[in-house]
Nanobody
Framework: QVQLVESGGGLVQPGGSLRLSCAASGFTFSSYAMSWYRQAPGKERELVADMSNAGGRRNYADSVKGRFTISRDNAKNTMYLQMNSLKPEDPAVYYC??????????????????WGSGTLVTVSS
């Protein structure tokens, strides 16, 4: 049974920080490219960041570049998203996703084979 379980969401103040985790099981995590997506109310799901299986390739949406960092620990079968300087446009349900490929050159939403159920991030004073 393939599972992706997000955690670490919650309520933070504007300008604050939060670290999300995605725990993977049921597949060879170290062989899979990984990504974070988010979906705000009334919005389409959008790519936040993605990473190749060994961390040699990382990409970020322009809206989060310089503030968010994607990383992974293959020994722990876990992916992370460090979010700093959170802004009003950042609140959303954040999802992790996995692809049965080492690297994805042209990333689309169809690139991903497995999805987690999401964790909610809220920014409020």
């Amino acid at each position: 049974q393939v599972q992706l379980v997000e955690s670490g969401g919650g309520l933070v103040q504007p300008g604050g920080s939060l670290r999300l985790s995605c725990a993977a099981s049921g597949f060879t995590f170290s062989s899979y490219a990984m990504s974070w997506y988010r979906q705000a109310p009334g919005k389409e799901r959008e790519l936040v960041a993605d990473m190749s299986n060994a961390g040699g390739r990382r990409n970020y949406a322009d809206s989060v570049k310089g503030r968010f960092t994607i990383s992974r620990d293959n020994a722990k079968n876990t992916m992370y998203l460090q979010m700093n300087s959170l802004k009003p446009e950042d609140p959303a349900v954040y999802y992790c996703a996995a692809a049965r490929r080492n690297t994805i050159v042209e990333v689309t939403i169809a690139s991903w084979d497995y999805w987690g159920s999401g964790t909610l991030v809220t920014v409020s004073s």
